[in-house]
């Protein structure tokens, strides 16, 4: 892959001054098959500051936040700690190093009680029998330092998320650790919620844990941070000093298009093309809400946001694979469907977002995969006539360009990319009239991502309607006529390929004006920008 | 995912272009290795164990010892190619022993208020009914087939124990025994139902729509669903199918013994569990054949058959029962850390 030169987003290490460094990674790289992670990232986090760790979604923060709590491995790079290299080979080996890490999904058993996730792991006893009175006296005194009210005993599954994450740090005080990486902390809080966290966030930093604070949240980490860092596409932009930033100054930092990608020029719709597919009133709270959507005939609709803002439980309603409120209409004609079955029937199909989870049956073969939902029109009575079979099969993925030396193997013998290609071309058999294509190039490489764009305005130029959802923007701007914004489970901004820049459509996904946060919240900085 | 830089002979024999490579998992790896013993060690055991008798013991290559095996395993082996189908979606039923022994009761008792054809029928109806209960249960209450099954499996050998009050159930007359006991060309009903059980379930599997939904919803539940399978029908399917079997498998002991008896079934389905992953079907759903359980079947009955040939301590027959039972499933767990 060629190195990016020059220009405002070259790697520019700036060491921090101040007291030593904590940790410090240097030339960390991280890729996921051909998909890249991160790319040669050298930082450092000084002892008891609050480092934030900023970008647009799939940017590398989360991953290099795991890798800095043990808890991924990078391909390349050294991690220090405190000036001396080490390699953790699993979280508890970083544990024991004083570093602690809050996923988004926080890592507690919900069915025993709150003290027992506090000391899961670590629990204090003696001769092998816990010391409930030891154990007592340390809860009550971390539950005092960070404000939790609940009994000790309260089961953790009936607490609210926000008491939750402050038991899983409760649990990283217990490990005794030094270093706390909270990844998205406040994303799932109500405001009051998150303002507490963070003030707690700060006490902690004030008796000395450093934070490594990873978040969307562009006013939370102005609010909290000493330094922040900035990545985007897997590469270190900047580490400042987070007085010197502003909400501004942080997403200019994150805009910039990736050299290697170049999309190609969806054609518009025709004129006057019809509505296919027309939502209104779609809800399922909490996830989303209101939704009106319309995809005419051959548009490319881009749905934008953050990661968690709703894209994806919108398109699985769309779909019928979750129950929500409001009305559809596909033709013009209203629609019911209650099941993925009956959506394809009626000629929308999903390519969703995990296609080993949920696209592929990974075990079984490329033709079964292809042939999965349409399994009828190559059957007869119930009996699949085989030559038949491997004939559609050949056909729809020689049409989209995927490549297997024998359609008998098990689709996980495929590369990531041509494994998407399947996952698509099981739907092309029967030409659909509406595809939701929710992340179609998630950790495929820059080929098969080409590709897979090519295919996608191909295919509205057939005059099928798609929705299609990435957590890269540039991918939803390159190929959308139209792009709506979700936050907060609403829409919160459509613009149509002209007006669409990432600046605009950035600021509406990060929230950046008034509105932040669920719609309607008033905001914290309020004299940013 | 996979390692771009690994060589693979695949890969040049499909002729890619350099536009986009296509890179392969290494087949000469661990899990390769493991991957093509696990396809064909089941037929190399039997296969060796085969071999191993015919040399041992005069008695064993005789075609009355052989069809005495094939005629003792039929009950249980139709039971394992219906568990077959079950485990390939992903579920277990440990109520099929139950269901068996319930429906020889209800055969023995209508047999003798009805008739003896009547009864078998009935018996068998009330089976598949069971195993309806089981599915409806399992995919539409949400209830762990474990342990959905053990419940209803327990009820069902409580309601047979119920209506023998403790004693067998005799059937006097031939008419009902002629399904466990009468011949066709000097082989035994039961066993051409057992053959006939294989060839039907085996083109099932392999060659019908409903076939590939038992391997999609128990290969990936959410991606058959995705594909619009309507994967409750399917797991409600299996179980019936299982509870059919069952019914028959009872059917032909009853029939064979003339009487109704109540029990558990624990060990009857233990071994046809025990025949279907010894002969590769994975635990964890998604794989598997119906030939594979033939071989589990015949490799566990052999070495049963053997060991009563050669006078051995029944007690190490367990145990090598076990240890194979093992080494089946350890070789499922390693492939599949393999394929993940």
Redesign the interface.
Known sequence: MPRREGGDVAAAVQPVPGPAAHVEVRGISKHYGGARALEDISLQVSEGSIHALVGENGAGKSTLGKIIAGAIHPDAGDLLLRGRPVTFRSPREAIRSGIAIMDQELALVPTVPVIDNVFMGVERSRRGVVSQSVQRRLFAEYAARIGFEHSPRTDTGRLSTADQQKVAIMSALAREAELIVMDEPTAALTRREAERLLETTRDLARGGVTVIFVSHFLADVLALADVVTVLKDGRLVKTAPAREETEESLVTAMLGRSLELVFPDPRPPREGAPVRLSARGLSRPPAFSDIDIDIHEGEIVGLAGLVGSGRTEIARALFGADPASGTLELDGRPLRHRSPGRAIRNGIVMLPESRKDQGLVMLRSITENVTMPHLSAVASRGVVRRGEERRVAQEVLASVDARAASLSMPVSSLSGGNQQKVALAKWLIRKPRVLIADEPTRGVDVGAKRAIYELLCGLAAEGIGILLISSELEEVLGLSHRVLVVRGGRIVGQFDRSEADEERVMRAAFGGDPSRRNGGEEMRIPDVG | ??D?TTPSA??T??G??P???????DRRSLGGVVNALRDYVIVLSVAVVFLVLTFSSDVFLTSTNLLNVLEQVAPVGIIAIALTYVLIAGEFDISAGAIAAFTGVVAAKLANSIGPWEGLILGVLAATGIGLLNGLLIAYGGINSFVCTLAVGLMVAGVAVLITKGFLLTVPGDTFATLGTSELLGVKYSVWLLVAIVVLFAFVLH????G??L??VG??L?????????TKMVKVSAFAISGLAAGLAGAIIASRTSQGQAGDGISTVLFAFAAVVVGGTSVQG??GAVWRTVFGLLLLALIGNGFNLLSVEPIYQQIVQGAIILAAVAADALSRRQ?A
């Open positions: 995912m996979s771009e695949q890969l024999a499909g890619e272009s536009a986009v490579r296509l890179p392969l998992r060659r019908t729509t409903f590939r939904w391997y999609a290969g990936n959410e991606a058959a669903r995705l594909s619009g399978i309507n998604g794989r394929a």
